[in-house]
Each structure stands twice: as C-alpha cells, then as structure tokens.
C-alpha cells in the first residue's frame, strides 16, 4: 500500500511538471527586438513621412502550443524615442505629444490570443499610452524560433497595426502630424 501511495506522488509530481512545462516563458531581448513608428508630417502639406523608433524595450512572452494559454506583456520605456533629430525628438517627449515625465511608459498587456493560421495569431490586450488605456487586437506573425549563436532557445513575432494618437489624448497639433501613427513591433525572446 505504501508502494502505490508513493507511485500515485511521484507520478502526481511528473504529471504536474509536465504541464507547467508546456509553456515557455521568453524575456524580450532588447537588443534584438524594435518599436518603429512614422506618421505624416502635415506641415510639410504632408509630402513625408516623419520615422522613429523607441531605443528601449522589455518584457515577457508566454508560448504554449494552445494559443489561449500563451500571453505578452510588453513595457516600453517613451523617453527612449528616436527620430535621429534631438530636437524633434525633445518635442515628442513633451506635453504636446507622450509628455513623457507624467507617462513615462507605454505598456501592452495581453488579453487573449487565438490562432488564425500557419504562425498567425489574433492578439488582443490593453495598451496604455500617454496615461490612457485602449483594448486594441492586432494580427501578430511568428517569424522563427531556434537556438542563437549562444546556444539559447530564441523565438520572434512581428506585427504593424495603426493607432489614433488622438484616442490616447494627445490632441495637439493635429494640424502638424497626422492623426494616424503606424507600428511596427518586432520582438526577439529568450527562454528562460
């Protein structure tokens, strides 16, 4: 009896084991990982449009093989933003655009995830820009997965999506830059 006690505990522990295995849990390599952005530049009479990305990013992804278990969680530092031009970029960072000393960060905290096909997920969750929260979904692509140079397990995902600035309250100088600013996220992680 005390056999089959401790074979019941043991393949109690090897079962749980195994499904708190089934997820991997990746960290965001910043420096293999990147937030573009442009927006037309209105005063211009919109003839360019203005790019720029942000230098610093972190975070988690959850992969399990059920899309509805794995989750991203993705803080990213706004006082980090580059256009190449210091004074535009200074302007970016003040009231008129992210004021980043009251918001300084942009946050996206996943609600769910579905797949829609080969290496394609449906993604939605809660961005937080400029101190406003927006559920938005967006259409997210696995690019690859392997070992890097170092030998570690790596995974990447992209996507480019187009938010309303003006949804996240920042309503100035729409005569200047456009309304609409558009994404592109593509992120490295590392298995822990």
Known sequence: MVRLLW??????????????????????????????????????????????????????????????KSSVDITINANSIDTGVPDRDNHLKSPDFLNVKQFPTITFKSRKVQAVGKNRYRVTGDLTLHGVTRTITVTVEKVGEGKNFKGMQVIGFQTTFTIKRSDFGMKALLNVADDEVTLTVAIMGIKK
């Open 7 to 68: 074979a019941f505990i043991l393949a109690t522990i090897t079962m749980a084991g195994a499904i708190a295995a089934a997820s991997d849990q990746y960290e965001v390599d910043p420096v293999h990982s990147f937030v573009i952005f442009r927006c037309k530049n209105l005063g211009q009479a919109g003839a360019v449009f203005i790019y720029g990305r942000f230098n610093e990013i972190k975070g988690t992804i959850v992969v399990d093989k059920d899309p509805a």
